[in-house]
């Protein structure tokens, strides 16, 4: 009976041993990041709130040959509500704004040595942004809605940082321009049309490598 139990232990052993070294040779093909900039910053007590905000949280990579298609996203929904006395009457005032930003592109990588690689390639972005902000002064009401929609691109390059074959590190530059087209509608004046007035304009925006991402790959 022990010879038999061995034995079995033995196989399910070599079968346990045969899938992690399987596994452990399978391609990955997805990476999976987070912005860890603030939370480093935190932890170590570094003035976190000073850091300027890298506006992607969430990065997602799909690993073909020496590339990748690459891909980054974030979105922020604020509202508040207030009772306003700047007026000189007082009323209460309500906020709502909303943001969303993506990116996707293409980057290609080059291994310089074990532990490092390096990566250079092109992003596609797009950012919205919405505010609306309403005053009741209980006589009137008035409203003040802004609209904003930019689109751009530019290229990018950046360092990876392997940590372990499945988790790396990263970070990179970009220069981006970014057309933005909107409109900003207001009803300031109780009794009178709807104001709409039409916003366009152009910005170019370098970015420093301040933000580290972290990767798990799968």
Not at 80 to 93: A, H, L
Request: net charge positive.
């Amino acid at each position: 009976m022990i010879r038999y139990l061995s034995f079995l232990l033995i196989c399910l052993w070599a079968v346990n041993l045969s899938a992690q070294t399987a596994e452990s040779k399978a391609v990955k093909k997805v990476e999976i990041g987070l912005n860890i900039t603030h939370t480093l910053a935190g932890f170590f007590n570094s003035g976190g709130q000073d850091v300027l905000l890298d506006p992607y949280i969430f990065s997602l990579k799909l690993l073909k040959n020496n590339g990748a298609i690459r891909s980054a996203y974030n979105f922020r929904v604020k509202t508040s509500s207030e009772f306003d006395f700047n007026t000189g009457v007082g009323g209460q005032r309500d906020a709502k704004e909303t943001a969303v930003d993506i990116r996707v592109g293409w980057e290609w990588r080059k291994k310089a040595s074990n532990r490092f690689s390096f990566y250079w390639g092109a992003d596609l972005v797009s950012r919205f942004r919405k505010e609306v902000v309403d005053f009741n002064d209980f006589q009137s009401s008035l409203k003040l809605d802004e609209q904003k929609i930019g689109i751009g691109g530019g290229p990018i390059m950046g360092i990876l940082f392997f940590i372990t074959p499945t988790i790396t590190l990263s970070t990179e530059a970009a220069i981006y321009g970014v057309y933005e087209s909107g409109r900003i509608q207001n009803d300031l004046i109780p009794g009178s049309p709807a104001e709409r007035v039409p916003t366009r304009g152009f910005e170019l925006v370098p970015t420093i490598p301040n933000a580290l991402y972290i990767h798990f790959r799968f």
